[in-house]
Each structure stands twice: as structure tokens, then as C-alpha cells.
């Protein structure tokens, strides 16, 4: 699996865009870039993945560079309750199909009122 | 996290008892991934299975664990003669296929704990 790399920990203030940025420079053609988050003491949420195009849901957006070797994760407006670990993997596919995600250590992310 | 669940939320076991954690994926999901997450840890791949197969147990401790997923009922983590290092969450994960760029969603785990 590709490996990623991303800062242990951000602050934010509330209402403003929270960009989370990681680096997977190894990632191969047919790796997806995955981010989930985990809030304390819950387990791991969704929140959007991406193949080479940008991607938007109603959770956050997913900004692919043109090499695929970074991407960021962006979300608009940060409340309270998105501070979490946010987690950046790259899936790959293995030779029995599409395999696990591996966590890595994530970044802590700290909204600020 | 869309309907995978996950039962008992919290189990207590004695040292040297045995832990059943159970697991039902999302309707439809044939694909099942159990974690593990130790105090102040990051999350750690256990097993991957399919509908009465192991496709991948790399991280299973060759000990005392063990894991199925039936054609019929959730899925099983069995924690056999428990010690106080297996106090953990473990999470269960599903998907519907075994392609890449599916989602894969996490239940809200199952905390155990060993006295």
C-alpha cells in the first residue's frame, strides 16, 4: 500500500475552511485516496474518496493534484464538533479484489471557537 | 455510519474467559473487516472476510483469536482465554464488493474490557 504522509495535528477557527493536506508521492494508478475521521471514543466516519478528479459532497471536498501525489481535504466550515483525527489513506487493489485500509497515525484537527 | 452493527457495546470478561463480538455488516454488504484499537492507538487491520472465507488475516495474533463470517448471521470475533492486553475497541467494517472505490463504513465498535 501506498504510504501517506500528513501533519499530527492543526488548529482551525470555527466558521472558517479547514484545509488537511497529505502526501502520498508512492500512490500507483488504480489507488484511491480515501478520508475518514474519527471522533473520540467513536468509530471511524466516511467522509469522501476520490480517484484522479476533485470530488464534493456535503461533508467536504476532496482536492487531487494533477500528479495524484498529494491531495487536500477541505472542509468549508469548520464547526466544534469537526474536531477529530483525520485520516488519509490510499487503497490499492489487491490480487482477491480492492484490499483493506490501513490507518495511519492521522492529524489531529482542533476547532478553536 | 450507515448500519453497521456492532454487539455488545461493552463486554467485560474475566482473564481467561472468552469474548464474542458480533458483527452485521450493512444490508447487502458480502465484505466484512474487523480493526482493533488499543488506549491512545491508532487502528490496526485484524482480518478481512468474505462470506465464509478469510481473504486476509495478516494481522490476527496467531493465538486465541479467530473470526468467521457465515452465509447466514454477523459475523464472529472470538477472543478465546482473554488477557488484560486485549482490552481494546474493535471496530467491524463492511462493504458491498470487493472493487476499488467502493465505501467501506464502520460501526460504532464494541469495547472490551478485561479484568
Known amino acids: 500500500d501506498a504510504k501517506t504522509t500528513q501533519p499530527p495535528s492543526m488548529d482551525c477557527a470555527e466558521g472558517r475552511a479547514a484545509n488537511l493536506p497529505c502526501n502520498h508521492s508512492?500512490?500507483?494508478?488504480?489507488?484511491?485516496v480515501y478520508w475518514y475521521r474519527q471522533i473520540h471514543s467513536q468509530g471511524p466516519q466516511y467522509i469522501i474518496h476520490?480517484?484522479?478528479n476533485n470530488e464534493t459532497n456535503e461533508m467536504a471536498s476532496l482536492i487531487i493534484t494533477e500528479d495524484r501525489k498529494s491531495s487536500t481535504l477541505i472542509l468549508p466550515h469548520a464547526t466544534l464538533r469537526d474536531t477529530a483525527v483525520y485520516y488519509c489513506?490510499?487503497?490499492?487493489?489487491?490480487?482477491?479484489?480492492?484490499?483493506?485500509?490501513?490507518f495511519g497515525q492521522g492529524t489531529r484537527l482542533t476547532i478553536n471557537p | 455510519n450507515a448500519g453497521v452493527m456492532q454487539n455488545p457495546r461493552h463486554l467485560v470478561r474475566r482473564r481467561g474467559q472468552e469474548a464474542r463480538l458480533r458483527c452485521s455488516p450493512v444490508?447487502?454488504?458480502?465484505?466484512v473487516y474487523w480493526y482493533r484499537q488499543l488506549p491512545e492507538e491508532g487502528l490496526k487491520f485484524m482480518v478481512y472476510?468474505?462470506?465464509?472465507?478469510?481473504?486476509?488475516e495478516s494481522g490476527m495474533p496467531k493465538e486465541r483469536f479467530s473470526a468467521e463470517f457465515p452465509k447466514e448471521g454477523p459475523s464472529i470475533l472470538r477472543i478465546q482465554q482473554v488477557v488484560r492486553g486485549d482490552s481494546a475497541a474493535y471496530f467491524c467494517?463492511?462493504?458491498?464488493?470487493?472493487?476499488?472505490?467502493?465505501?467501506?463504513?464502520f460501526g460504532e465498535g464494541s469495547w472490551l474490557t478485561v479484568v
Open positions: 467494517a463492511s462493504s458491498p464488493t470487493a472493487v476499488s472505490g467502493n465505501t467501506i463504513y
Open positions: 508512492t500512490i500507483s494508478g488504480n489507488e484511491y
Open positions: 476520490g480517484l484522479k
Open positions: 489513506i490510499v487503497r490499492s487493489q489487491g490480487v482477491q479484489g480492492a484490499q483493506k485500509l490501513v
Open positions: 444490508k447487502g454488504h458480502s465484505h
Open positions: 472476510l468474505q462470506k465464509e472465507n478469510i481473504i486476509d
